[in-house]
C-alpha cells in the first residue's frame, strides 16, 4: 500500500509518517503540490491525506487525478471549515472517506484513514450485491415425460389394424 500525505506543518508531516510506515503502509510526504501531483502521476496511490490550505483550489483537480489513477483510493482532507467542504466535496469526490478539522489529533486522522483503507480493500474484493441464483422457470419431470412417451409409443403389429 502506497500512502501520500501532503501537508505543511512539518511536525504533523513527520507523525503521520511515521505512523503509516509503523503499520506497513508505504509513506511519500510532502508541503508542495507539484511534488505531489508528480506522486500521483507517477504512483498507484492508495490513501491520500491532504491538508487542505497546502493545495487550496487546486484540491478538486488532485483529488479527481488521484481518483482517476485508483478508483479504490481512500482519501482523508483536514480542512478548517469542515461543514462547509462537506456539503460543496463529498457528492463529488467517492474517495472521500473522512473530513476532519485541523484540531483533531494525527493518531485519530491516521486511524480513521487506515480503517477506511482496510474496509476499501476488503470490499473491492465482494461483490457489490448479493450473487442470486435464481431457480430456472421449466424445471422439467424426467421420469413423467419418460412414462408418457412410453405410453405413446406401444409397439403395433399390424400396421393396418387401425385404419378399419
Known sequence: MQALIIDREAAR?????IALMNAGVHVTGTSSLMVAETCINRMKVDLLVIEKTCVG???????GMAEDRNPYLVSV???PDVGADHDALSAHFPSLHCILGQDVSNTVAIKLG??????????SARPA?????AKPVFEPNLDAARAAYAARSKPVDNIFADAV
Open 13 to 17: 508531516l513527520d507523525h503521520c509518517q
Open 57 to 63: 483550489d487546486a484540491l478538486g483537480d488532485t483529488l
Open 114 to 123: 487506515l480503517a477506511s483503507l482496510r474496509s476499501r480493500v476488503t470490499q
Open 129 to 133: 450485491r448479493p450473487v442470486k441464483v
Open 77 to 79: 482532507l483536514r480542512t
